[in-house]
């Protein structure tokens, strides 16, 4: 259908990395210990350990050259405990500086997006694993709003992000989960599970009957051994009376990435 297919194709959803899921790195960084019972001073502390100095004119910290420059700021913090000591699962969100000093504005422009997992060690705070700092997410140039994160148990002593994500176009609106999480000391992109499909702008009035298909992803991990377990969708809402109430969504572990099944991309309609 062309509206899963232009999703997919704005999307551009990266591949899984084929790397080996070790034990993950820990290196010291700047970052006083003492600054997590500060929200400001650990927000202060760690735009600057990861992105520099802090520009007034844009209210951003800025890094790059001029050619390409990321504008960034604080997006979403979460505090988690792992193996008995607590972890900080931090999300910055911005995005790059257009050449006329601004930030691009189209629907298919994303924003950046930096995800760091920190703990502490001695006086200061260790990097325990990091992304790029600056992967492609969202649209309209920027990230997707704070609350469309949310930081989820994936397995044993592991932790993740989950990002909502959504796409209008012509009338119809795709949308899903993007699960992120560490392998050895890089946060990867763990896979896309398509949620929701609705056709909201494009039905009624004779145009054809409306449709809306919406699952939540929940964590499944209680109680299991694995990094990464599986995780469930769970009906919202559903046009189809037929629809299932829930569908397991597997990890797998030959493509390192949660893959959306068959019975939920039915379910949707796709």
Same mark, same amino acid.
């Given at each position: 259908?062309?509206?899963?297919?232009?999703?997919?194709?704005?999307?551009? %959803? +990266?591949?899984?990395? !084929?790397?080996?899921?070790?034990?993950?790195?820990?290196?010291?960084?700047?970052?006083?210990?003492?600054?997590?019972?500060?929200?400001?001073?650990?927000?202060?502390? #760690?735009?600057?350990?990861?992105?520099?100095?802090?520009?007034?004119?844009?209210?951003?910290?800025?890094?790059?050259?001029?050619?390409?420059?990321?504008?960034?700021?604080? &997006? &979403?913090?979460?505090?988690?405990?792992?193996?008995?000591?607590?972890?900080?699962?931090?999300?910055?969100?911005?995005?790059?500086?257009?050449?006329?000093? $601004?930030?691009?504005?189209?629907? +298919?422009?994303?924003?950046?997006?930096?995800?760091?997992?920190?703990?502490?060690?001695?006086?200061?705070?260790?990097?325990? +694993?990091?992304?790029?700092?600056? =992967?492609?997410?969202?649209?309209?140039? !920027? =990230?997707?709003? /704070?609350?469309?994160?949310?930081?989820? /148990? %994936?397995?044993?002593?592991? &932790? @993740?992000?989950?990002?909502?994500?959504?796409?209008?176009?012509?009338?119809? #609106? /795709?949308?899903?989960?993007?699960?992120?999480?560490?392998?050895?000391?890089?946060? =990867?992109?763990?896979?896309?599970?398509?949620? &929701?499909?609705?056709?909201? *702008?494009?039905? @009624?009035? *004779?145009? @054809?009957?409306?449709?809306?298909?919406?699952?939540?992803?929940?964590?499944?991990? $209680?109680?299991?051994?694995?990094?990464?377990?599986?995780?469930?969708?769970?009906?919202?809402?559903? #046009?189809?009376? @037929?629809?299932?109430?829930?569908?397991?969504?597997?990890?797998?572990?030959?493509?390192?990435?949660?893959?959306?099944?068959?019975? %939920?991309?039915? +379910?949707?309609?796709?």
């Amino acid at each position: 259908m062309f509206r899963a297919t232009f999703f997919w194709l704005i999307l551009g %959803l +990266a591949s899984a990395l !084929q790397v080996p899921i070790s034990a993950r790195a820990e290196v010291l960084t700047a970052i006083p210990a003492s600054t997590i019972d500060d929200p400001k001073a650990f927000w202060r502390a #760690t735009m600057e350990e990861f992105y520099g100095r802090y520009d007034n004119r844009r209210k951003c910290w800025v890094t790059g050259g001029a050619s390409e420059a990321l504008c960034m700021r604080p &997006h &979403h913090l979460a505090e988690v405990v792992e193996n008995g000591a607590r972890s900080f699962y931090v999300a910055m969100g911005g995005y790059a500086v257009t050449p006329e000093g $601004g930030r691009a504005d189209c629907h +298919a422009c994303p924003g950046n997006l930096g995800l760091v997992i920190l703990r502490p060690k001695g006086n200061r705070l260790a990097l325990v +694993a990091r992304n790029n700092l600056a =992967v492609d997410a969202g649209s309209w140039g !920027q =990230v997707p709003p /704070e609350e469309f994160f949310r930081v989820v /148990e %994936l397995g044993k002593d592991n &932790h @993740g992000w989950l990002m909502e994500f959504y796409y209008t176009g012509q009338g119809y #609106t /795709e949308g899903g989960v993007n699960v992120f999480g560490a392998i050895g000391d890089r946060v =990867v992109d763990l896979g896309f599970i398509s949620t &929701h499909s609705d056709n909201a *702008g494009t039905c @009624g009035d *004779g145009l @054809g009957a409306c449709y809306t298909h919406s699952y939540e992803i929940l964590t499944g991990a $209680g109680g299991t051994e694995a990094r990464f377990a599986d995780l469930v969708a769970r009906k919202v809402e559903n #046009t189809n009376p @037929g629809a299932p109430g829930t569908v397991r969504v597997e990890f797998s572990e030959d493509e390192l990435k949660y893959v959306t099944p068959h019975a %939920l991309s039915d +379910a949707l309609g796709n």
